[in-house]
């Protein structure tokens, strides 16, 4: 049986289905929108919708980071960064973000503050 090529692999993966479908530049847009807002501190918004979330944002930038190759990922990460280091510097941490799921735990972007 001939061996597959690297790239068909990868396109069996679901993350790299997406990342075809163009959703790393949208999320990275919507995360810097986010921070662009003024102000010392932000607050995570409650969003009514998925497509304005700077968390969601973020969550859909780590699935993109998992999938890339090596040198895609090196870039992509030299560009989120900077923004993850402003993101931490201006929201606070929840301190109620341990008692929820795991899957909030295991990303840090997910243990901020949210708006009251």
């Given amino acids: 049986m001939p061996r597959r090529k690297p790239g068909a692999v990868r396109a069996d993966r679901p993350e790299a289905r997406d990342l075809r479908a163009g959703c790393v530049s ?3 847009d919507r995360y810097r929108s ?10 995570l918004p409650w969003p009514d919708c998925p497509c304005s979330d700077p968390v969601e944002a973020r969550d859909d930038l780590e699935a993109a980071l998992r999938a890339l190759p090596r040198r895609a990922r090196a870039e992509l990460r030299r560009i989120i960064a900077p923004l993850d280091d402003d993101f931490r510097r201006r929201t606070l941490p929840d301190p109620a973000a341990s008692s929820l799921s795991r ?6 972007w997910r243990q901020r503050l949210h708006e009251r």
């Fill in 26 to 28: 949208p999320a990275l």
């Fill in 34 to 43: 986010f921070l662009r807002q003024p102000g010392r501190w932000l607050y």
């Fill in 103 to 108: 899957w909030h735990a295991s990303a840090w």
